[in-house]
């Protein structure tokens, strides 16, 4: 158990959360068809629960096998007996940890979305889940030579909105209390492309994924990967960090948890999300323009609902009043992050913020993420194959108050 001790201490040095994926196999005869048949065999998994907690290892949740559900990869098991198993493992969790806080999540069961299984396999693990995971490589192979096209089109992108759609209805509609998760998502797989899958274009698909995701009520979004692969956050090389690793910091940095439900209509090459803030009590908007030549222009307006004109687009927000306070000596100003590629090239390793590449100085430390500050009576403007996220700390919704 050497190398388990040695990555917990990398764990409480670095502050990392921990899901660890428990082998759900075992026990199990497989048969030539994929079908798993018996038992979860959960005496080694519990054994090596009870050493992480009686060491004070702290695992912040402990999920059951990896893409076994619906058809599965490789190993399929059904969902009456994956329920079951799922209830073992929480009766594990709560002997092992009944007197040791915080008691680990339970999760499961890591794989891909098919609604039947799920529908069956939420309703039968009752209450003894947490978060329901599911995996998304909604691109295909990563050697596919369409790769960009799909990313840059819209409606390809809309296609996963019925996964997580239908997620959220059959978690409502069951006795179950665990809320949704993307636990493992990489876009491409078989480890992405290399210039797309770790370029500035992946931040078009990346981002669109954590509105959509956010949308839909879903409350974790696990990117595969940190690194590793052609879709990792990092550079395998040198470690330095790719551009979706930029994107999700200034997700993180502006987006708050509550999304708004946000429509927009004349062109759909605008993929736009809207939350409260998290750095104030206003909001926040992201616009993507997926758009190789034309640059939109947006004007905000502010009556009886919020909105965002373009000549013959118009973005809307849900109806609500919403409120606007002035600045310093009455000027109401909005801060914008654009995100663009260098030299406009979409493979680019390179993202621009307002036109300064963003990149680590000699000490590895990040730059400063700074964004332009705006008079808010001007337009926004997207450019072609751009990203802009629109920070609007003076303009309050009853949603974000």
Known sequence: MRRWDELNAFFRKT????????????????????????????????????????????????ELGNELCGSGVGARVGANQYAIDTINLRNIVNRVYKNVSPMPLVIGPGGFFEVDWFTEYLNKAENSLNATTRHIYDLGP???????????????????????????????????????????SGGAYNSGRNLVSNAFVYSFWYLDQLGMASLYDTKTYCRQSLIGGNYGLLNTTNFTPNPDYYSALIWRQLMGRKA????????KKIRSYTHCARQSKGITVLLMNLDNTTTVVAKVELNNSFSL????????????????????????????????????????????????????????????????????????????????????????????A
């Open 15 to 62: 502050g990392t959360k921990v899901i660890f994926g428990l082998n759900a196999l075992s026990g199990r005869s497989i048969k030539s068809n994929g079908e798993a048949i018996g038992a979860w065999n959960y005496t080694n998994a519990e054994s090596f629960i009870r050493f992480t907690a009686e060491n004070n290892y702290t695992i912040d949740g402990w």
């Open 260 to 267: 708004l439900f946000t429509t927009f209509s004349g062109t």
């Open 142 to 184: 990563g050697v596919d030579e369409h790769l960009i096209e799909k990313i840059l089109n819209p409606s390809y992108l809309d296609q996963e909105a019925k996964s997580f759609r239908s997620l959220k209805n059959i978690i409502k509609n069951s006795s179950t209390k665990a809320v949704a998760w993307v636990g493992e």
């Open 309 to 400: 004109r373009h000549t013959k687009h118009m973005k809307s927000y849900k109806r609500a009043s919403s409120q606007l306070f002035g600045g310093p000596n009455g000027v109401i100003q909005r801060e914008e992050y654009h995100l663009t590629a260098k030299d406009g090239n979409l493979h680019s390793q390179t993202m621009l913020l307002n036109g300064n590449a963003l990149q680590v100085n000699s000490m590895g430390d990040l730059p400063p993420i700074e964004p332009i500050h705006i008079n808010s009576t001007e337009p926004i403007t997207i450019a072609p194959y751009s990203i802009v996220f629109v920070h609007m700390r003076n303009v309050v919704v009853p949603a974000c």
